[in-house]
């Protein structure tokens, strides 16, 4: 899952960058509102953590109505020192989904990001399947046929992305774009050997294949 972190200060974006990358996600980070306004309505994220007061053309409040005004769906976590009723209810009417004030533990912001994250998909459980394969996003394991399977950050990024798009086909450039950030050097056969790594745990040593290729468009997970 691809997160974008719109915030000023930077210890604070470089605190969250790693705790989020820690959880498996994919981060990008900018660091005044015409960046974050740039690319909060150019490039596909799952969710966006954006601060209220912000250098530049837009502040938060600004970017998420562009948002919604561009019929940008994104969930959208608000940061901010200002506490009070009267801001918290401007930033939710603003088109903010949550708004968490500062300072807050990260333990927090990472609860509400799954919490925002389950939104889009009906709410969606902590646990994600697709025939016997099972996908913990809180405890970050996954078995299938009731046996545990080891993945690396990357392979658990790439699977829960495609579980939480079952069926569904997916192209190379769509799953570099919710997978890796933006700043990831990352070529489509990238996602070859990816696709391969996963096969070779989920698949291989089982006899129904659940990753399927989509000749001439990429790869879907069905079981």
Known sequence: MRVLIIEDEHKIARA???????????????????????MATTEPYDIAIIDRMLPGSYDGLGIVKAMRHAKIHTPVLFLSALGSVAERTAGLDAGADDYLVKPFALEELISRVRALLRRPTEQQPDILQAGDLKLDTVTYSVERAGKNVQLTSKEFALLEYMLRNPGRPLSKEVIISHVWDYDADILPNTVEVYIKYLRNKIDSPFKKPLIHTVRGFGYKLEA
């Open 16 to 38: 969250l960058k790693k705790a989020l990358e820690q959880e498996t996600y994919a981060v990008d980070v900018a660091f005044d509102g015409d960046e974050g306004y740039a």
